[in-house]
């Protein structure tokens, strides 16, 4: 029972991790209606500025993170102002192959600038793992989660709760409209995407820590995206629910099925949950169904 209730905490902290870099996803989708598939680039950049700053430049977490959260939203503001706004008002298969061509851009920018070995991460987090009910959890995966949640909530209540979040929402629901209504667009999308960024800063972070800092790190954004589906695309709550399902799911079945099958799993089961969600249901858990009159 120890050994489940280990990998299922372990899971739910890693989800809620996930949820943090899901949660740039949500907001970007929320507010202009296209999925960013850059968003695991994003945070691999954030996680290099993190890295060049704490490591190399040996500057207090106190001074490099806040430092990393501003590159990083005005990162975001110029991908808006030099990517997304010129395509305002085009179909949004155009918006999504243009973050996809940013992936490829960023991924070969950041070799280039901080070269190809892998960096280190090291946060100011103690390295004795912490014991919770017979259960022993790494400190940065607790500090991880629990950074994660916080986060996430101060976004769920910026989207809920705030004038700035219903004029994003607006925006989202119907660009023209919202337009005629004298909300901004170009606004709108720039907030979206420095907030993103300030999220994938933040997962940047804490993944760097984990698993050190180099072009691959971007592939976690990818792996998130079935927690993105299984929530739904609008929803910052099902980004939390989705991470917390995904991280269980496989932390458990690897727990259980790597002896035996020689590792892996933790690769394809994500993969293979979102595809019975979508057969169940094609918008998520809390996504918003769209019905069109023909």
């Known amino acids: 029972m120890t050994f489940f209730a280990s990998l ?28 960013n598939f850059a968003q695991g680039e994003f945070m691999m950049f ?5 890295a060049a700053l704490l490591t190399d430049r040996s500057l207090p977490a106190i001074v490099a993170i806040p430092i990393t959260m501003v590159v990083m939203a005005g990162l975001g503001l110029v991908t808006e102002r030099v990517v997304l706004r010129p395509m305002i008002g085009r179909p949004a298969i155009g918006m999504i192959m243009a973050t996809v061509g ?9 070799p280039m600038l901080w070269g190809g070995t892998t960096k ?36 769920a209540l910026l989207f809920q709760r705030s004038r700035i979040g219903i004029a994003l929402r607006a925006v989202a629901d119907d660009t023209q409209a919202a337009m005629a209504m004298g909300i901004s667009v170009p606004w709108a ?3 979206a995407m420095a907030v993103s960024g300030v ?34 695309l609008d929803s910052v709550g099902g980004a939390v629910l989705g991470g917390l399902v995904v991280g269980a799911v496989e932390s458990v079945a690897a727990g259980y099925i790597d002896p035996r099958v020689g590792g892996g799993t933790k690769d394809f ?16 858990f809390f996504g918003k169904e769209v019905i069109e009159r023909v």
């Open 189 to 191: 999308f720039g907030t």
């Open 46 to 50: 954030g996680a290099f500025i993190a």
């Open 102 to 110: 940013l992936a490829f851009v960023f991924r070969g920018l950041a």
């Open 120 to 155: 280190n991460l090291s946060l100011p987090l103690p390295e004795t793992p912490i014991q919770i009910l017979d259960v022993s959890l790494n400190p940065t995966v607790l500090a991880g989660a629990v950074a994660a949640l916080l986060l996430v909530g101060g976004f």
């Open 8 to 35: 299922l905490i372990t899971g739910l902290m890693t989800g809620a991790i996930y949820a943090l870099v899901a949660l740039g996803f949500v907001l970007v989708y929320k507010a202009t209606g296209v999925i």
């Open 269 to 284: 089961v994500p993969f293979l949950l979102m595809l019975v969600v979508l057969m169940a249901r094609p918008h998520g």
């Open 199 to 232: 999220a994938a800063a933040a997962g940047g972070l804490i993944w760097g820590d984990l698993l050190g800092v180099d072009s691959y790190l971007a592939l976690v954004g990818f792996k998130v995206f079935p927690v993105v589906i299984l929530g739904g």
